[in-house]
Each structure stands twice: as C-alpha cells, then as structure tokens.
C-alpha cells in the first residue's frame, strides 16, 4: 500500500511562483518514476513533468522554461517548483508514482489556481 500526500497548491497572481511536494508513504521496495499530472476543468488529465531513476526528466512542452521537477530520493518525496505561472496553469495537480515495474498510484490532488 502506498500513499502519496501532495501540498503546496493555492492561489497565486500571474507572474507568481508555487512549490508543490509530494511524499510517498507506506510499504515498497523501490520507487522508480515520480512527476506530476494535472486537469484543467472540462479538460483531460495531462503530464506536467516526470522524473525516473536514473535522474531523467521530461517537461510538458507548455511547461518548458518555468516548471523545474526534482526529487529527494531518501525522503520519498518528488517537488514541483513553478514559476512565472499563468491563468492556463490553473488546474488540479495530481502526483504520481511508478512504483517498482508496474504499479501506479496517485495523489488526492491539490489545486491551483492563477488569477489574471
């Protein structure tokens, strides 16, 4: 069973910055992949940004340049730090995890919401 918790969403100006975190608990043996997916109102969920392993990341193109993911590997915790972040950003953030070879799971989400 593992549970990811998420924090750091809220509402911020255009312009503005946010961190998200987001630690895993509970009984695994190894964390592969963790990053972050968001959904817009009336919108599909999509991938934000993605760390593996081995220390490779991929960005959501309408992320590139302002979003950095990384991770903290003994403390199970990957963090999402979002800057010069526009009204198109708002969306619920959902972190998920690779969990050894083929399991998935996800956080309960945490909104943000930025104000124009």
């Known amino acids: 069973q593992v549970q990811l918790v998420e924090s750091g969403g809220g509402l911020v100006q255009t312009g503005g910055s946010l961190r998200l975190s987001c630690a895993a608990s509970?009984?695994?043996?190894?964390?592969?992949?963790m990053g972050w997916y968001r959904q817009a109102p009336g919108k599909k969920r999509e991938l934000v940004a993605v760390s593996t392993s081995t220390g490779i990341t991929n960005y959501a193109d309408s992320v590139k340049g302002r979003f950095t993911i990384s991770r903290d590997n003994a403390k199970n915790t990957v963090y999402l730090q979002m800057n010069s972040l526009k009204p198109e950003d708002t969306a619920v953030y959902y972190c998920?995890?690779?969990?050894?070879?083929?399991?998935?799971?996800w956080g309960q989400g945490t909104l943000v919401t930025v104000s124009s």
């Open positions: 509970g009984s695994f043996f190894r964390i592969n992949a």
């Open positions: 998920y995890s690779r969990i050894g070879p083929s399991l998935d799971a």
